[in-house]
T-cell receptor, first 113, second 115 residues
Framework: GNSVTQMEGPVTLSEEAFLTINCTYT??????LFWYVQYPGEGLQLLLK?????DKGSNKGFEATYRKETTSFHLEKGSVQVSDSAVYFC????????????FGAGTRLAVHP | GAVVSQHPSRVICKSGTSVKIECRSL??????MFWYRQFPKQSLMLMAT?????????EQGVEKDKFLINHASLTLSTLTVTSAHPEDSSFYIC???????????FGPGTRLTVL
């Protein structure tokens, strides 16, 4: 079945640093890929998504490109802010075309001024 | 965007009691709702999927008699933790999707503490 592997955190950065959070997947076919963000004490918010190979999802300065050659969907941001401190989850649907999602382990990001 | 609410946001209860958590889609019809639990500093674990008017489908290892799920309308699903014990303490998150939609919209979560 489908699965997702996410780099372990925590990731600690200074404000304005470059961010990369790695995510790789195994999947049947080419499912949509998602990045979700969870701020402290809150539920999840969809950050960005890509629905097919070579698509680039982007939002709030974050980007991720769906790369089928490397089965990756790495999250990047050129200049992080303190307000970006949160936990980031990579996700994709269960195999079989269901709407159920499989989440990566989550990567905690802490940005310091 | 689509909004999903959960109530209560926090609940503390005594061991042996039952707790009901509500999940509502505020501005769309949620034909499918999902319930997750999340332990501290861990990922989300899907507990069950519920379709409006049908019995919930539980993931392997989730006790359906302990975690009762009802999805009686297109805007409301409830999760009842029966005879709660301290090991049930967790963050419970629901999400909802509409018919034909492939995106889930998440509620803010409910933190359950069982004493």
């Amino acid at each position: 079945g489908n699965s997702v592997t996410q780099m372990e955190g925590p990731v600690t950065l200074s404000e304005e640093a470059f961010l990369t959070i790695n995510c790789t997947y195994t999947a049947t076919g080419y499912p949509s890929l998602f990045w979700y963000v969870q701020y402290p004490g809150e539920g999840l918010q969809l950050l960005l998504k890509a629905t097919k190979a070579d698509d680039k999802g982007s939002n709030k300065g974050f980007e991720a490109t769906y790369r089928k050659e490397t089965t990756s969907f790495h999250l990047e941001k050129g200049s992080v802010q303190v307000s970006d401190s949160a936990v980031y989850f990579c996700a994709l649907p269960f195999s079989g075309g269901y709407n159920k999602l499989i989440f990566g382990a989550g990567t905690r990001l802490a940005v310091h001024p | 965007g689509a909004v999903v609410s959960q109530h209560p946001s926090r609940v503390i209860c005594k061991s042996g009691t039952s707790v009901k958590i509500e999940c509502r889609s505020l501005d769309f019809q949620a034909t499918t709702m999902f319930w997750y639990r999340q332990f501290p500093k861990q990922s989300l674990m899907l507990m069950a999927t519920s379709n409006e008017g049908s019995k919930a489908t539980y993931e392997q290892g989730v006790e359906k008699d302990k975690f009762l799920i009802n999805h009686a309308s297109l805007t409301l699903s409830t999760l009842t933790v029966t005879s709660a014990h301290p090991e049930d303490s967790s963050f419970y998150i629901c999400s909802a999707s509409s018919s034909g939609g492939n995106e889930q919209f998440f509620g803010p979560g409910t933190r359950l503490t069982v004493l």
